[in-house]
């Protein structure tokens, strides 16, 4: 709990300022809602490179914390930050240049591509500047200190919030600027949050520090640990594509509710599941790092007992607040409904993520970022794509088996991870992944 009500605090706040811009572009029409939820699906790019970089930090700091291996430590949150910034600038290309054809390639109407396409260029703007500040939040994180990232990233989405309102809605002296401030909101706070975390990481007020990358053991086991975890997420960010391609078919209303369903179970359960995915990270791996693999084992399963108790719970009160919650995104009454449907969705699915994320957090810092990858791509594709294009337009179930694919992706997320932490070798292998980064340090 001391690890993790920082991290659920953080991701209250992360998601608060997703859930502003949607409740902000509400104000506009339901074109302007389905327009940043079809932009997000591209702005996720950066946001799983800067992930998956800091699972490979998570990963190598928590474990050379434990073991007192400060140099190699450093030097891979060192090299995390270098690759994510470089990484990055493409994409930033890619935002002046594509921003329109991407929108458009979904078969959005001519109005969504052209608001998608002027927000998805201010946040691609930004994104060095978004993974850096990923990778040194969660290094940080590995080492135990949750409390800085905490600091620095409220104080980033707080200007967030203010000046997505303000650009957004003309409010406080400001222009009304609709969905480019949205968007100018959202890439100044980025830049915010990457210059606040490198200078935390830079001074003496933490454990971490820079340090001129040396060891090619060490950056190469932070590329194997983090590609699996960048194609687990990835695989389900291409697969959203298509879904959201799917959904359009049903109407712009109902790629709007969507976009609203999930933005509630995100604001409400996502803090919860994502900080207990990050705490099992790290202390399954500060367990490995003192040579204590049972103990990281029954630290695991706590974690997830606990989870999915406390999802379960909140699941059941998204079920039963579902039109209120709803309503405070939209007014059409079209679109209301459906959110209402995929919002109830979400909270039959709380119980599964409260096992899978732990599950996965667990394997993460245990440097098994395949197992998740697996769970994640075999399920996204094999379930909320497939069954749901099957079933729906095949065997003419429509929304009806969309809504079923939805539910049985995350059973079989949590059914696959917790297979592989059950009865996978992922103790040994963190252990043979630490020796070798020991043998090439002496």
């Not at 339901?30 to 997000?40: C, E, F, S, T, W």
């Not at 998956?52 to 914390?65: E, N, V």
């Not at 340090?211 to 699996?228: E, G, I, M």
């Not at 009160?317 to 059409?332: C, G, R, Y």
Request: hydrophobic share 50%; with cysteine.
């Amino acid at each position: 709990m001391a690890l993790s009500w920082p991290i659920v605090v953080q991701q209250f706040l992360n998601t608060l300022m997703r859930s502003i811009d949607i409740v902000v572009t509400g104000f506009f029409s339901p074109a302007a809602v389905a327009a940043i939820g079809l932009a997000d699906l591209y702005a996720q790019v950066p946001f799983r490179i800067g992930r998956a970089l800091g699972t490979g930090g998570i990963a190598l700091s928590s474990q050379d914390t434990a073991r007192g291996d400060a140099k190699t430590r450093d030097q891979a949150a060192t090299q995390a930050l270098l690759i994510g910034f470089l990484v990055g600038l493409p994409i930033v290309v890619i935002g002046f240049t594509l921003a329109d054809a991407l929108i458009a390639v979904l078969g959005a109407e001519l109005e969504v591509v052209r608001m998608g396409a002027s927000y998805l260029t201010l946040v691609f703007a930004a994104a060095p500047l978004r993974i850096v500040a990923l990778v040194g939040a969660r290094t940080l994180q590995g080492t135990g200190d949750t409390r800085t990232p905490l600091v620095v990233n409220g104080l980033a989405n707080v200007v967030n919030i203010f000046a997505t309102v303000g650009l957004g809605l003309g409010l406080v002296g400001l222009p009304r600027l609709g969905i480019v401030g949205v968007g100018l909101a959202t890439a100044f706070s980025r830049g915010l949050e990457c210059v606040a975390i490198l200078g935390m990481i830079g001074s003496n007020r933490t454990e971490l520090s820079l340090r001129r990358p040396r060891d090619a053991t060490v950056t190469k086991q932070l590329v194997a640990v983090s590609l699996p975890n960048f194609a687990e997420g990835m695989s389900t960010s291409v697969a959203n594509f298509p879904f959201n391609a799917l959904l359009l078919v049903f109407g712009t209303e109902v790629s709007a509710a969507y976009h609203i369903g999930r933005r509630i179970y995100q604001q409400i359960a996502g803090p919860l599941y994502r900080s207990y995915s990050v705490a099992a990270s790290i202390i399954v791996g500060q367990r490995l790092g003192a040579g204590k693999p049972a103990d990281a084992r029954f630290s695991g399963l706590a974690i997830t007992a606990l989870s999915a108790l406390t999802l379960g719970v909140v699941g059941t009160s998204i079920w039963i607040m579902a039109e209120p919650l709803s309503s405070i995104f939209t007014a059409d009454p079209e679109t209301l409904g459906y959110a209402v449907t995929f919002t109830r969705i979400s909270g039959i699915s709380m119980f599964f993520f409260g096992v899978f994320f732990p599950m996965a957090g667990a394997l993460q810092g245990a440097s098994d970022t395949r197992t998740p990858f697996y769970a994640r791509f075999t399920g996204t594709f094999g379930f909320m794509l497939c069954f749901s294009y099957l079933a729906g337009f095949w065997l003419g179930y429509g929304l009806s088996a969309v809504y079923l694919g939805i539910v049985l992706t995350y059973v079989w997320w949590a059914l696959v991870v917790s297979a592989g932490f059950l009865c996978g070798d992922w103790a040994e292998r963190a252990e043979q992944l630490m020796a070798d980064r020991a043998s090439t340090a002496d």
